[in-house]
Structures are given as C-alpha cells and as structure tokens.
C-alpha cells in the first residue's frame, strides 16, 4: 500500500514538475496563476489537471481547441512516478510512511534532476 501512495506522489509531484518545465525558462511564477492549455491559453479546470488520467481521457486534446497537448506531461508524470517508486524501494527501503517523509530529500534530488534533463532537452 506505501508503495502506491508513493507512487501517487510522484504523479502529484510529476504534475508540478510539468509546470516548473514550462515556466522557469521563461521567469514566469511557478507558485501563481492557473495551468492552461499551450495553444488557446484558457486556464484549466481541476479535471483536467489529474496526473496521467486527464490525458487519457481527453484523448491527448485540449477540450477547448481540440489541439494535441505534448507528450510531455503524461511522460514527466510516469517518469516522476517510477523515480519515487524506484527510490522509496532502493534509497529509503520504506517500511512506512513515516519513513518515506523523513527520505524527502532524494525524492527532490531526483525531482530536480528530472526537471533540469528535460527543460534541457526542450529548450535546448
């Protein structure tokens, strides 16, 4: 069970790091201001922000223009998702969950390196 709420996590937190891809290149705030679609620009509703599912279930459009969204951020996603599996198995051993908050500091580490990788490889 810790391992799927971990890996639950790491969606969460794969969702943020989609934003701070997108963002921090370009010096906007990662903390204000809604998520919104590339193409249209009109914010998103809290449906649409759902790890992975939201993707899906849209079938990789925008519900508003219908333009194909990036690949992206289903993939940061998943890939945040088995970072934090991967990591509360090997680093941390978790046991519970009490463990998993005090090993926080990997699961930034690999959050970070995620980030960095990736606006390289989009912005570069």
């Not at 088995?82 to 090997?90: A, K, P, R, W």
């Amino acid at each position: 069970m810790e391992f799927f709420i971990i890996f639950l996590f790491g969606l969460c937190f794969g969702s943020f790091a989609n934003v701070l891809i997108d963002r921090l290149p370009h010096g906007e705030d990662v903390f204000g201001g809604r998520s919104r679609c590339d193409h249209c620009k009109e914010d998103l509703r809290w449906f649409e922000l759902i790890p992975i599912f939201s993707f899906f279930i849209q079938g990789g459009r925008c519900r508003r223009c219908q333009k194909k969204l990036s690949l992206q951020y289903p993939l940061v996603e998943l890939a945040t998702g088995i970072v934090f599996l991967f990591l509360g198995h090997l680093v941390v051993n978790v046991t519970s969950l009490y463990q998993f908050v005090q090993g926080v500091g990997p699961f930034l580490i690999g959050l970070s390196l995620l980030v960095i990788f990736v606006s390289d490889f989009k912005y570069e």
